[in-house]
């Protein structure tokens, strides 16, 4: 069975500073990749997914992350973050075969500061 | 467009009763899925029904928990009895296809004394 890892649980930013919030996950076979995003008071929604292709991924809101196979990583990053990007984002992992057999990590709390 | 509906929103029971959620996914999604979602965790998913077939429920306690989702459409799972470990955000979702993106509701958020 799959896994999926976020290392950081909460992290504080001030506004314009660079995001990189990390991901990695375990299985051996190909994979399907993807980034929610919850905002305060909201539904979980897609921020942003990778099924095949170009590993550089661009999401909504200027969110981008990139597969990186050797090192079962899925990173998201932003280059300047705002005051209405504080949610939480969780990455997710399914079977290539079982697109929407996610597996979710136990998810970012991110806080931006004005 | 309307999105994935849930009731009730919020549900405190005590130990050993019964409870039961809905959800209604978006028109013409034909897959939907139920997580749950313990505080401080990521989404787990219980079980993915395709129209009113279940995909897999490999995650689901059946020994307590059960969801149907009859034409194809609404669903509902149910928990009987409870346990104060399934305090917990229960999520529907809905896609288009089994491979769709996936649209989540608000919740149910369960609270088990």
């Known amino acids: 069975a799959q896994s999926v890892s976020q290392h950081n649980h909460h992290v504080i930013l001030s506004e314009a500073a660079s995001l990189e919030l990390g991901c990695n996950y375990s299985?051996?076979?190909?994979?399907?990749l993807f980034w929610y995003v919850q905002y305060p008071g909201q539904h979980l929604q897609l921020l942003l997914k990778y099924f095949s292709g170009d590993p550089l991924v661009k999401g909504i809101k200027g969110f981008e992350a990139e597969f990186i196979k050797s090192k079962f990583s899925f990173n998201l990053r932003k280059p300047s973050v705002q005051w209405s990007d504080t949610a939480e984002y969780f990455c997710a992992v399914s079977p290539g075969n079982a697109g929407n057999m996610l597996t979710f990590g136990g998810g970012t709390r991110l806080m931006v500061k004005p | 467009e309307a999105g994935v509906a849930q009731s009730p929103r919020y549900k405190i029971i005590e130990k050993r009763q019964s409870v039961a959620f809905w959800c209604n996914p978006i028109s013409g999604h034909a897959t939907l899925y139920w997580y749950q979602q313990i505080l401080g965790q990521g989404p787990k998913l219980l079980i993915q029904?395709?129209?009113?077939?279940?995909?897999?429920d490999s995650q689901l306690p059946k020994d307590r928990f059960s969801a149907e989702r009859l034409k194809g459409v609404d669903s509902t799972l149910k928990i009987q009895p409870a346990k104060l470990e399934d305090s917990a955000v229960y999520l529907c979702?809905?896609?288009?296809?089994?491979?769709?993106?996936?649209?989540f509701g608000p919740g149910t958020r369960l609270l088990v004394l």
């Open positions: 299985y051996g076979g190909t994979v399907n």
């Open positions: 979702a809905s896609s288009l296809a089994p491979d769709g993106t996936q649209y």
């Open positions: 029904f395709q129209n009113n077939g279940v995909v897999d």
